[in-house]
């Protein structure tokens, strides 16, 4: 049996900002998913087509789930799976929105509550991450000082499933960082039609599911996994769920619609299997 191991405390601040970070998340999620066909009334941006439009907003809840488990973790070990990958999507959407900003309900004659959703949008993600960045160095600057306890035997994850998430990983972020780079090359290889600007949208936040994934597989531990558990199945059952609702905006049975279901099946595959063990008397006992 392994000794308990001790858990850094979450700082309130950073607790708190993962719950408002949640918040902005599903408002986001439930226009997109909800309402795909109000964007250019409701929305900082118009996206078409819809299938875009749930993709996104299934993306966005997906990523509440994230963020509202980190802010219930019990110690900073679990929340930083949560931490790191909001921080490197909003970053780069934030970059995205600026690269695009034309194409964004900035002017007159726009619908009014559009202009307030970009007024908002641009807010957010111009503060989340420099917040994330201050209340981090707080974190870490709470950890107490001296060599931490070492448990032996923790519970890790299984070698198989280490490198299913590795594969996604790989997958998520390079495909991610050629549709922010060469948008419309890397759109020929996506299952329905992007714009440059839904290309890059949708390449930051593959970004930040690879980077969720490749956090699972790095961090080994069936007792923090389960925040990475959570957003993957969450994130494919919506995604199953916009299939069924827009699913004929895919070129079936092309290549890149085939390519797309798969790996939506690896990562249920990895999300199903970590969540299971994450909930197994191994995890939650800490022994191995």
Do not use: K
Request: charge should be positive; glycine fraction near 8%.
């Amino acid at each position: 049996m392994s000794a308990p191991t001790e858990l850094t405390p979450l700082i309130a601040p950073m607790r708190w900002l993962l719950y408002v970070a949640a918040f902005l998340v599903f408002l986001a999620g439930l226009v997109l998913f909800v309402f795909p066909l109000r964007t250019a009334d409701w929305f900082a941006w118009t996206v078409n087509p819809p299938m875009t439009a749930v993709f996104l907003g299934a993306a966005y809840w997906s990523a509440a789930g994230l963020e509202v488990t980190g802010a219930r973790s019990a110690g900073w070990e679990s929340a930083r799976l949560a931490v790191w990958p909001v921080f490197v999507f909003t970053t780069l959407t934030l970059g995205v929105t600026l690269l695009h900003l034309d194409r964004f309900h900035l002017w007159p004659g726009n619908a009014v509550l559009a202009q307030v959703a970009t007024w908002a949008w641009l807010a957010i993600y111009a503060v989340v991450p420099v917040a994330m960045v201050v209340i981090s160095w707080m974190q870490l600057r709470s950890l107490r000082p001296g060599p931490r306890p070492v448990t032996v035997g923790r519970p890790v994850l299984p070698l198989a499933l280490r490198m299913l998430l590795t594969g996604i990983a790989g997958v998520l972020l390079l495909y991610g960082i050629a549709l922010l780079a060469a948008p419309v090359q890397a759109a020929t290889w996506w299952p329905w039609q992007l714009s440059e600007l839904t290309a890059r949208a949708i390449g930051a936040w593959l970004i930040g599911l690879g980077w969720v994934a490749a956090q699972g597989q790095s961090g080994r531990d069936l007792r923090t996994v389960r925040p990475v558990a959570l957003t993957s199945v969450a994130f494919v059952i919506l995604q199953a769920l916009a299939l069924l609702r827009y699913g004929s905006a895919l070129t079936w049975p092309s290549a890149p619609a085939i390519g797309f279901v798969t790996v939506l099946l690896a990562i249920g595959v990895a999300g199903g299997w970590a969540l299971a063990l994450s909930r197994s008397p191994v995890a939650r006992t800490g022994t191995a």
